[in-house]
């Protein structure tokens, strides 16, 4: 697509239940990003897939939280048995190779409300 | 108008007048940095961008400058207008992580018909 593009749009879950986070990114983009904002913060780095390297996932909060990239394109990040903490705007991100320009393309980010 | 980044979090300015937006980064080994503008309810979106080997860049209205020796960055918007309006975010790449950005907290632009 012509777009980084993320699903759903807004998701509110109960505490204590398990939720996916979908991200599809720009096509031939060989790198993909997660990272986390706060109400009012900056962006928390969560994960990082590099074409067929072992993802960076030294931002990961806890073990509740895992991410997948399947087949170099869709990424799903899963969160286990929510908490009221992790509710925030998850954004994801792509960028070609590391070239002379890799800044990212950001998807508009999927808002979680756990309640 | 002028921002000091963490200490000023929020910015506003007059129509028409130039905004001048600034970043504080911790890291010397950092050689590349992005100001990002975020509209409520959307991701951010690249601005500029600019490497460690140079201390200015220019774009369309906007022009960023790289202080190595104070590990201060700005980002000078010209005849700011509402469209403007938005977080700005710098963002800075420690040389020794392929590919991860590290973000501030970012400055809240308000522009003033």
């Known amino acids: 697509g012509a777009g980084v593009s993320q699903s759903p749009s807004n998701k509110v879950t109960e505490k204590g239940k398990d939720v996916e986070l979908r991200c599809d990114p720009i096509?031939?983009?060989?790198?993909l990003y997660w990272y986390r904002q706060s109400l009012g913060q900056g962006l928390e780095f969560l994960i990082y897939?590099?074409?067929?390297?072992?993802?960076?996932k030294s931002g990961l909060p806890s073990d509740r939280f895992s991410a997948e990239r399947t087949g170099g394109s869709v990424s799903t990040l899963t969160i286990q048995r929510t908490q009221q903490e992790d509710s925030a705007v998850y954004l994801c991100?792509?960028?070609?190779?590391?070239?002379?320009?890799?800044?990212?393309?950001f998807g508009s980010g999927t808002r979680l409300t756990v309640v | 108008g002028e921002s000091v980044g963490l200490h000023l979090p929020t910015l506003s300015v007059q129509e028409g007048d130039n905004s001048i937006i600034n970043c504080a980064y911790s890291?010397?080994?950092?050689?590349?940095f992005i100001w990002y503008k975020q509209e409520s309810g959307k991701g951010p979106q690249f601005i500029i961008d600019?490497?460690?080997?140079?201390d200015k860049r220019q774009g369309q209205r906007v022009t960023v400058l790289l202080n190595k020796t104070v590990k201060h960055l700005s980002l000078q918007i010209a005849a700011t207008q509402p469209g403007d309006s938005a977080v700005y975010f710098c963002?800075?790449?420690?040389?020794?992580?392929?590919?991860?950005?590290?973000f501030g907290r970012g400055t809240q632009l308000t522009v003033w018909p």
């Open positions: 096509s031939g983009h060989t790198a």
């Open positions: 600019i490497r460690s080997n140079m």
């Open positions: 897939f590099q074409g067929n390297s072992a993802p960076d």
């Open positions: 890291n010397s080994a950092s050689d590349y």
């Open positions: 991100a792509s960028s070609p190779d590391r070239g002379e320009r890799y800044g990212y393309t």
């Open positions: 963002a800075e790449n420690k040389g020794s992580t392929l590919g991860r950005l590290y």
